[in-house]
Nanobody
């Protein structure tokens, strides 16, 4: 499985961005796809995940109510709509896939990062 992320950029605080992650290869019905992020000098942290079958979602508390993860099964693509962006959302965002996602999102595959910069 290869993951190709896109959609990052520079935005003012309060603005919006949408990230996309296209997967090539087989995505199993048991899979979960999601996003992590890593800010300068910090560890990589979980952002959101969506279950490929059924579409249930889970978010980090820091983005709940502002970010929305969704998927297009036909296109093998997952999206992250980010609204009300804050300076602390500045990070490199990575998409990831866990082929046998149960309760703990533990990716088997990672995409390249895409930079999101929020100016205050």
């Amino acid at each position: 499985v290869q993951l190709q992320a896109s959609g990052g950029g520079l935005v003012q605080a309060g603005g919006s961005l949408r990230l996309s992650c296209a997967a090539s290869g087989r995505i199993f019905v048991s899979s979960g796809m999601g996003w992590f992020r890593q800010a300068p000098g910090k560890e990589r942290e979980f952002v959101a995940v969506i279950r490929w079958s059924g579409g249930s979602t889970y978010y980090a508390d820091s983005v709940k109510g502002r970010f929305t993860i969704s998927r297009d099964n036909a296109k093998n693509t997952v999206y992250l709509q980010m609204n009300s962006l804050k300076s602390e959302d500045t990070a490199v965002y990575y998409c990831a896939a866990d082929l046998y996602y149960r309760s703990n999102f533990d990716p088997d595959y990672w995409g390249q990062g895409t930079q999101v910069t929020v100016s205050s």
